[in-house]
C-alpha cells in the first residue's frame, strides 16, 4: 500500500510551527426540580427565558423551534453566555443529553450537557466542554474564554436556580 500522500500531511502537521491552542473543562449544577422541567431549559429558544440577553436565530430544527438532532441556529456577539457563532447539535437523547458544536470565525467547541435525574428530587447537570482554536487569533479567543468560563461555571447554575425557583429571568 502507498501510504507517500498520506505521510505528507501527516508530516506538515508535524512541522507546523504555529500551536493551535485547545482547553478542555467541565462543571455541574444541581436542583431541585424534575426532569420534565429542567431538560426543556437546555433549548436554544428556552435559554431566553433564563439567560439575560439571549438571544437565538433557530435556522432548522424537526422539533419545531425546540432542540433535535440536527438543529442549527445561531447567536450573536450580545449574548451574554458563549458569544456568537453558529451552532449544530450533533447528539440529542431526551432527558439525558444535549450536544452541540459552536463555530465561530477563530475557535471550535464542542458542548455537551449530561443530565441525570437523581431519584430524590434533584437534577445534575454537567457541562463538558473543548473550546479548540482554528486560527492563530483563536489562541487569544481560547485565553479569553479560559477567564470567562470561570465566571460563567458558577453563574449558569445561579440562572438555571433563579429562573427554577421564580419562574423569571434573572435581572442582568
Keep these: 500500500m502507498d501510504k507517500t500522500e498520506s505521510k505528507k500531511i501527516a508530516q506538515a502537521f508535524l512541522n507546523r510551527k504555529e500551536i493551535l491552542d485547545r482547553f478542555q473543562t467541565s462543571f455541574s449544577g ?98 463538558h466542554i473543548l473550546n479548540s482554536a482554528i486560527t492563530k487569533e483563536g489562541n487569544q479567543e481560547i485565553e479569553e474564554f479560559k477567564d470567562s468560563i470561570k465566571k460563567e461555571s458558577g453563574r449558569i447554575p445561579l440562572l438555571i436556580g433563579h429562573y427554577l425557583e421564580t419562574g423569571r429571568v434573572m435581572e442582568k
Excluded at 35 to 52: Q, S
Aim: glycine fraction near 6%; charge should be negative.
Design 30 to 127: 444541581t436542583w431541585k426540580t424534575n426532569m420534565e422541567d429542567f431538560f426543556p431549559l437546555l433549548c436554544p429558544a428556552r435559554k431566553a427565558d433564563w439567560i439575560p440577553g439571549w438571544t437565538a436565530d433557530i435556522l432548522y430544527s424537526v422539533a419545531e423551534g425546540l432542540v433535535s438532532t440536527n438543529c442549527l441556529f445561531q447567536t450573536n456577539e450580545t449574548n451574554t453566555v458563549w458569544d456568537s457563532g453558529f451552532w449544530y447539535c450533533i447528539g440529542y437523547e431526551k432527558n439525558k443529553f444535549v450536544e452541540a458544536l459552536r463555530f465561530n470565525s477563530h475557535t471550535i467547541m464542542q458542548m455537551r450537557v449530561a443530565v441525570k435525574d437523581n431519584k430524590d428530587g434533584t437534577v445534575t447537570a454537567t457541562w
